[in-house]
């Protein structure tokens, strides 16, 4: 069974850092490509970043120079650290693994499996 955990979310001021996991079970996670989004509340859900099993990365502009993804092949996971956090970084983290594991685009279409989020909270 394809399974993804994530873990990692809190209440951190802006400014300050957080590295949420995404750990894969049921596949190796370095098949597949693996993205992170993110739901504010009332608003529609936003792909953040993601990395493909060629290890090519992508961040929207919003968080460019801010979040690093990376993955971590032999205890399948995938990270996204987070760093100078703003109180719009606020919403639920999720992540989801794709299939097609060129994918290089945090679009949710693309993606067949998601976790159950993890929530961070930014305060001013």
């Known amino acids: 069974e394809v399974q993804l955990v994530e873990s990692g979310g809190g209440l951190v001021q802006a400014g300050g850092s957080l590295r949420l996991s995404c750990v894969a079970s049921g596949f190796t996670s370095g098949d597949y490509a693996i993205g992170w989004f993110r739901q504010a509340p009332g608003k529609e859900r936003e792909g953040v970043s993601c990395?493909?099993?060629?290890?090519?990365?992508y961040y929207v502009d919003s968080v460019k120079g801010r979040f690093t993804i990376s993955s971590d092949n032999a205890k399948n996971t995938v990270y996204l650290q987070m760093s100078s956090l703003k109180p719009e970084d606020t919403g639920i983290y999720y992540c989801?693994?794709?299939?097609?594991?060129?994918?290089?685009?945090?679009?949710?279409?693309?993606?067949?499996?998601w976790g159950q989020g993890t929530q961070v909270t930014v305060s001013t």
């Open positions: 989801a693994a794709a299939t097609n594991n060129i994918v290089v685009v945090p679009i949710g279409d693309f993606y067949d499996y």
């Open positions: 990395i493909n099993s060629l290890g090519r990365t």
